[in-house]
């Protein structure tokens, strides 16, 4: 299975995200992530939905989405032509110096940022592309994860359009 990216237009209004859930739901889709924000045209929203799937099940969702009223735009994003980002706050245990140190070793490389430090444990907020993500939080389970808070992956196509 693929993972695709879908970016809508919607009216931002209450009960279009419900909508648009309800839709998944009724055809047996999981919604893999969603964020929801405001958009560059007044009175619209952008939500991007990432769902796992093949080229039928893209078809489908895709034709389902441009059926609801409030949806204004559909397009799927091509995994070659957008840029990903997504945000992830992990608190991680601290052990001992060592530990700390190699922990601090990684945020440096990762170009993490360390929002709390206690004496058991670190807080880091990291941004970038989910395999960055997946790579950084890899690391540090060795160290003992606490917490992680994801927001799942945003996008927005490369290029002009």
């Known amino acids: 299975m693929q993972s695709h990216v879908i970016s809508t237009l919607v009216e931002d209004k209450p009960g279009v995200l419900q909508k648009v859930a309800s839709l998944f739901t009724r055809r047996?889709?999981?919604?893999?992530?969603?964020?929801?924000?405001?958009?560059?045209?007044?009175?619209?929203?952008?939500?991007?939905?990432?769902?796992n799937g093949?080229?039928?099940?893209?078809e489908q969702v895709t034709k389902q989405l441009n059926k609801l009223v409030d949806v204004v735009k559909v397009?799927?994003?091509?995994q070659e032509t957008l840029v990903q980002r997504e945000l992830c706050l992990v608190k991680v245990k601290v052990k001992n110096e060592i530990s700390?140190?190699?922990?601090?070793?990684y945020a440096n490389i990762y170009n993490a940022e360390i929002i709390d430090v206690c004496d058991d444990n670190i807080t880091l907020e990291v941004t970038?592309?989910?395999?960055?993500?997946?790579?950084?939080?890899?690391?540090l389970k060795n160290h003992g994860i606490i917490k992680i808070a994801r927001t799942g992956p945003t996008?927005?196509?490369r290029g002009k359009n």
């Open 100 to 105: 700390r140190s190699e922990i601090i070793q």
């Open 128 to 139: 970038g592309n989910p395999k960055k993500l997946n790579s950084l939080l890899e690391l």
């Open 54 to 58: 093949n080229k039928q099940v893209l």
């Open 28 to 51: 047996g889709y999981n919604i893999d992530s969603i964020t929801v924000g405001s958009s560059e045209v007044e009175n619209l929203a952008r939500m991007v939905i990432v769902v």
């Open 75 to 78: 397009k799927d994003l091509e």
């Open 155 to 157: 996008a927005i196509s």
